[in-house]
């Protein structure tokens, strides 16, 4: 049983709205969003802005078109606050779950409010849950302040996040696990490189975050640098990369030689440092989806 109300006012089309994410990738498919659409959460304004420009349709594109059209208006918002609240009530929840945004937990419930002007958006949600299985009963999943710098997103959020092109699972980030407290920079909209040299790469989305991982760990208050970088160079094409990496913490340093080797990718244990020197725990990934049809019949 699950109750809400629509999408928060804000920039985001957020993970977890199964329609939402099947009517933008087919309008992806038929060549009406030229933008990557496997990192989510997803900017509407680089939807809307090349759905906008779309001309003829078939009429189930045309029905995709007016369903996402009408979830950016809602995303959109004005001036004015909006509030939302939400609860569930779940008998047996899934602990491995998809794309969907399915319950965690026996019981949650929670509200904010929400309030997005042509700069700053505001979205602060609390929830509680009943008897969590990692024992944290009051929440601030959904949560983000965001403020758009020319066509970059600044944000401090815990937003639910979902990379590639995989319904069931992500190789790198998805939304299975809570939302990690962070700072992160997206691009707005996804708008091709002016350069001859990169233009070839079509459009493209780069998405960046440096979160703050709870302390029950075994490195205790470690952060999660996360990168992902994806581009379609043809209608049919998209490729992501992905990596992220485990570093700092209590007992590890954080400098910026530090980083620096994490970046640099020399954090190999027993090859170039020693497991005390270990400066990240690190994950990369890539990722390639193809679309296109054969006598009328899409693949």
Known sequence: MLTGTAVAAGPWFNAGDERLRSDIQLLADAGVVKGPVSTWPLSWEDIVYDADAVAELRPWQSAALARVKAAAETARGGFDADYTAHASVANNPVQ????????????????????????????????????????????????????ALGNWLLSASAQERW??????????????????????????????????????????????????????????????YTLRVTARPT??????????????????????????????????????????DEPG??????????SDNVAGIPY
């Open 96 to 147: 491995f779950r998809g794309f969907s945004d399915t319950p965690r937990e026996d019981a949650e419930i929670g509200g904010g409010i929400a309030y997005a002007s042509e700069r700053v958006a505001i979205n602060l949600q609390v929830g509680w849950a009943s008897d969590p299985v990692d024992d944290k009963e009051a929440r601030i999943d959904g949560s983000y302040a965001t403020v």
């Open 163 to 224: 990379w590639g092109p995989g319904w069931s699972n992500s190789l790198i980030y998805s939304s299975n696990a809570r939302p990690v407290p962070s700072i992160s920079f997206d691009r707005n909209l996804t708008t091709p490189f002016s350069s001859r040299w990169l233009s070839w790469l079509g459009n493209w989305d780069l998405s960046m975050q440096v979160g703050h991982l709870e302390n029950d760990r075994a490195i205790p208050e470690a952060l999660l």
């Open 235 to 276: 209608r049919g094409l998209e490729v992501g990369i992905s990596r992220s990496a485990q570093l700092c913490g209590e007992t590890r340093t954080c400098g910026l030689k530090t980083w620096g080797r994490m970046l640099l990718g020399k954090d190999n244990r027993d090859d170039n440092v020693s497991r005390r």
């Open 281 to 290: 725990n690190q994950l990369g990934g890539w990722d390639i989806r193809w």
